[in-house]
């Protein structure tokens, strides 16, 4: 929907009209059709061969929260892209982290920014954590349609609870249902992996730079078994996308603050490429 205002030098009616502080309600209402799980779809049979995304991983420190994804779509056993980023801050406390369909994920993101900012200009205030752990459920959901179909999008959402004082993970599934996540989370094709990896690195008394330092070893161990999984690239010097949410806002680290985490992790596999040996534990 365009507000042309080149003709009467006035915003179209729906756009003048009270409603709710949700865009996506003004979308239901005025233009339905723009909804990405109101487009009719074509019939398909056999799998729709589309890039995805995966995997993306998250750790709470005692500042706040790390969330980091790796840099490799693929379609069907191609790699479709090598460098494909797949975290991206949702406002200024928060951020979202996208496995499954790459473009119906970008898509998604880029609406649950727009229905963040919207919130905001009309209330005049920011959604509670909580409140926007619920509207990405909502909007999730409406793929449903698109998930049955093959084109799942299962994102992680992350981010600083001013309320609370302290980081947060959520995770979804495909119907959009919600959990919340202590500690740390994976989703992805490389999950599995990159949970078990975590679950030997992750303590409650983390600093952010070993948070940082855990999420990019857990990318590497799922790397590693999943060949869906982008690990660092040393040669391309492509490095996992890390951002860390805290009470000073969204930032994500400088390239060159993750390739030494990248390098100082190869380094310490090289010495130990089977892990540590039993007798050293």
Sequence with gaps: MEANTRITGRLPAP??????????????DHAPELLPGNRPLPEVRGVVEAPHGTTIVAATFAGGVVLAGDRRATMGNV?????????????????????????????????????????????GVQLSLEGKANRL??????????????????????????????????????????????????????????????KKLYRADLTEEQAATAVVQALYDAADDDSATGGPDLARRIYPIVTVITDEGFRRLAESEVSDIARAVYDRRLQQPDGPRADVL
């Excluded at 797949?86 to 406390?93: G, I, L, R, S, T």
Aim: no cysteine; proline share 2%; net charge negative.
């Design 137 to 198: 459920s909502t909007m999730i959901r409406g793929n449903l349609g698109m998930a049955m179909q093959g084109l799942a999008v299962v994102p992680l959402f992350t981010g600083w609870d001013v309320d609370r004082g302290k980081g947060r993970i959520f995770s979804y599934d495909v119907t959009g249902g919600r959990s919340e996540e202590h500690g740390f989370a994976a989703t992805g094709s490389g999950s599995v992996f990159a949970r078990g990896a975590l």
């Design 15 to 28: 756009f003048l009209t009270p409603g709710s502080s949700s865009f996506m309600d003004f979308l239901g």
């Design 79 to 123: 790699i479709a892209q090598r460098d494909i980023e797949k975290v991206f801050p949702a406002d200024e406390y928060s951020a979202v982290g996208i496995a499954g369909t790459a473009g119906l994920a970008v898509e998604m993101v880029k609406l649950f920014q727009l229905e963040l900012e919207h919130f905001e200009k009309v209330e």
